[in-house]
């Protein structure tokens, strides 16, 4: 192999490395673009999406991929010798990604299982009245409070529609269940999504565009903040310190919708009666797109990694023989000499979906010093990046 070729692959897997932590990341504006993005870069040819596809590898929407965007990173490297393989041996030319569509398909990757499973109708008109649900709202017409009756619900109801009503009129529904005698209903498991299936079909009011369309998660935590949520609650030590920190229990948001939805719904009492009605910003009110891209950012709470631990990341360094191919601080590796200094401006992206590109010229260098494809754990892409930056500083 010609000196040139392994610097360049040296250098790409160099700067992914330095550079996943010397931006930080950011959270996507439409999650849904990188689902148009793997159709076009033939991912398809090999992976489905629940059971639209192909069938050579797994199918994406089937299995758990509610990581970390570095430790889908870290996956997608631990793979990578088996997926090149298999796209050589069924004539596939292996796709080149630019940085921005390696956040988007990450990004999307992650968001599929925010897409909920058709529910059960029976069990959803059972759910209807054994709830109370039926108390307030009739099939039709106006309930004896005025409240809506189904046939009034828009046509596309959604968890978005009841995470917004739950908020906007909280305060009148838990009145009129007090004045019924009823306690405020419980959902569990997919009690939600099966009494949507009993409601859809009877939902003729005007639709609303964005109970299906996905939520764009930086708005949401611009509202996080304008609406003052932050007042209660903080994410990772940012924000108030007397509520609970959503951002430590992070992955308890990594689930469908529907299911965002059942959770805001069963702790609305406490959350509206007991902290937001003591704050000076009152209940806050949110229309249907607001509350989509909170409930987006919610949910991509746990996509964005914390910081890795630099004794941790410099232990693994050692182990995993990347000082037979690198260097740090300036000095000569034993294959090649790479100055990691010169690069902590480089866009992250850009230099994750390098490694990705090079993967098979990394995979011959590696073969040069007969060295192992090293595996990645969770957590352990943090950690290294974490060392590697904390090196230049010393």
Partial sequence: ??????????????????????????????????????ASKGCVKCHSIKGEGGTTGPDLGRIDLGDTQLNLAARMWNHAPSMIAGMEKAGIVRPALTGQEFTEITAYLYFLRFFDEPGDPAAGAYIFEQKGCSACHPLAGRGKEGELGLDEFPRNVSAVFLSQAVWNHSLEMMARMLRLGKKWPGFADREMMDLFEFIRPRAKGPAEPFFFKPGNPREGKKLFAAKGCNK????????????????????????????????????????????????ECGIPKFTAKEMSDLLAYLYFLHYIDEPGDTALGEKMFSEMHCAQCHSLKGERGKLI?????????????????????HTAEMMEAMGVKNLAWPQLRKGDMADLLEFIRSAQKK
């Fill in 1 to 38: 192999m010609k000196t040139s070729t392994i610097i360049t692959i040296g250098m790409t897997v160099i700067l992914f490395f330095l550079c996943s932590l010397a931006f930080a990341q950011t959270l996507p504006e439409d999650p849904a673009i990188g689902g148009r993005l793997l």
């Fill in 232 to 279: 209660c609650h903080a994410i990772r030590g940012e924000g108030a310190e007397g509520g609970i920190d959503l951002g430590r229990q992070a992955k308890t948001f990594y689930t469908s919708l529907t299911q965002i939805a059942s959770n805001m719904w069963n702790k609305a009492p406490e959350m509206i009666l007991v902290r937001v009605a003591q704050t």
């Fill in 337 to 357: 000499f790479i100055d990691l200094s010169g690069y902590q401006d480089t866009d992250q992206t850009t230099l994750v979906a390098g490694i990705w590109n």
